[in-house]
């Protein structure tokens, strides 16, 4: 049975690309922005954006809300993002299970939260804050990690259902970044995957990463690997049907490699769920 959220197969939507989305000859069912790149009146991005938003689903994926801060949460930032939400009136919205910013530095990275009781009702709060203030249900992404906490108390997929439970939101299902943090502090990754609360995943994310051999780095500027599509195979053969993209956010190929990229989690999906022939994107209904 496919759920009325599946929305087929997207991927980013990246400057580079604007011209082929909109005139292109191509097949992709829906596309993500990355909010924060198009919170501005006007400008070149904007233009675009809302030329693609007239022709296909899009989704917001933020970076910047550190829903995981101790610091309150920022309302210009939440304002900014409610008014783009009204102008592009996305599918759904995302962002990710960490922090960014500490003592009013801003890392401009996605730092990883211990997993701790404490730590559970701090960010389960806070998402149930900005869910009320946007007045909807958000995405979560699981992040890579590469260091742990001594203070956690538990592994990260029980920490992320549970936050999820607590504050009623959906996932954001990153299967790259499990394999990475898999590798990193030398777990399971199939344990994460069999772990998650199936009811709440709306989205899967794919991508590639750098290998270093001891350590593996997040970067999106490579092919998603084998290993990676086998642990999106598993989740497909878990979950079923789940809107499913690929990021890439440097060393960006040609639009058609990416387009061909994305045809390998289609064959995927269609070898492991039968009844995904029948989707039609023109008659579902989100």
């Not at 997207?10 to 596309?31: C, M, S, Y």
């Not at 990475?180 to 990463?209: E, P, T, W």
Request: glycine share 6%; hydrophobic share 40%; proline share 4%.
């Amino acid at each position: 049975m496919i759920n009325n959220h599946f929305l087929g197969f997207g991927l980013g939507l990246r400057i580079p690309h604007f011209e082929d989305v909109l005139n292109g000859n191509h097949n992709i069912d829906w596309f993500e922005i990355l909010s924060e790149n198009y919170m501005v009146d006007g400008g070149k991005p904007r233009y675009y954006l809302e030329q693609v938003a007239e022709r296909y689903p899009v989704v917001m994926h933020g970076v910047s809300m550190s829903i995981g801060s101790t610091t309150p949460l920022d309302t210009t930032y939440l304002k900014q993002l409610k008014q783009l939400m009204n102008d592009v009136k996305p599918r759904w919205i995302s962002d990710h299970l960490c922090f960014t910013q500490a003592n009013g530095v801003n890392s401009h990275d996605l730092l990883p939260l211990p997993y701790t009781e404490e730590a559970i009702n701090h960010v389960a709060n806070r998402i149930m804050q900005a869910q009320d203030y946007i007045g909807e249900q958000m995405l979560i992404e699981n992040v890579s990690s590469y260091l742990t906490y001594k203070e956690s108390g538990m592994t990260e997929w029980e920490f992320y259902n549970e936050v999820c439970q607590r504050a009623d939101c959906l996932m954001l299902l990153d299967i790259n970044n499990i394999y990475v943090s898999a590798r990193n502090h030398q777990f399971d990754a199939m344990d994460y995957v069999n772990a998650i609360d199936g009811k709440r995943v709306r989205q899967i994310h794919l991508a590639g990463h750098t290998d270093y051999g001891d350590y593996v780095i997040d970067t999106h500027d490579h092919d998603v690997c084998d290993p990676v599509w086998d642990l999106y195979r598993a989740a497909v053969k878990k979950f079923g049907a789940v809107s499913t993209m690929i990021e890439r956010d440097d060393n960006i190929p040609p639009f058609a490699d990416l387009v061909a990229e994305l045809d390998i989690a289609k064959k995927i999906a269609h070898q492991e769920l039968p009844d995904l022939s029948s989707w039609n994107k023109e008659t579902a209904n989100v």
